[in-house]
């Protein structure tokens, strides 16, 4: 159920997304602006250009509301992910010795 979006983009998303952009257009990078990027530790070079869609609450929390959506250039859409996804642990090993 969680997965059913990650399909692909839908046109419903798509329309969402261009809104957004068009909406924080000459804002720069507003995930790193508003402080989203500062809540998640590490690394990462803004590029202060908004060409992504960022979910700041996460998409599995808010949909696709574009209140909750700003843009974002594509490093600190990476860098902070899917707010979302912070509490689940990595699908990984963390044990391995
Ligand atoms: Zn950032
Ligand atoms: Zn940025």
Known sequence: MSRSWAKGSTRAWRRTRAL???R???RGCRAHAD???ARVPGQHRC???GEVAHH???RSVTGDDPRYIVASCSACNLHIGEPGRAADPPNRPVTAW
């Open 24 to 26: 924080d257009a000459g």
């Open 56 to 58: 700041t609450l996460g």
């Open 35 to 37: 402080g989203w990027c």
């Open 47 to 49: 590029a202060d250009v």
């Open 20 to 22: 957004v952009l068009l």
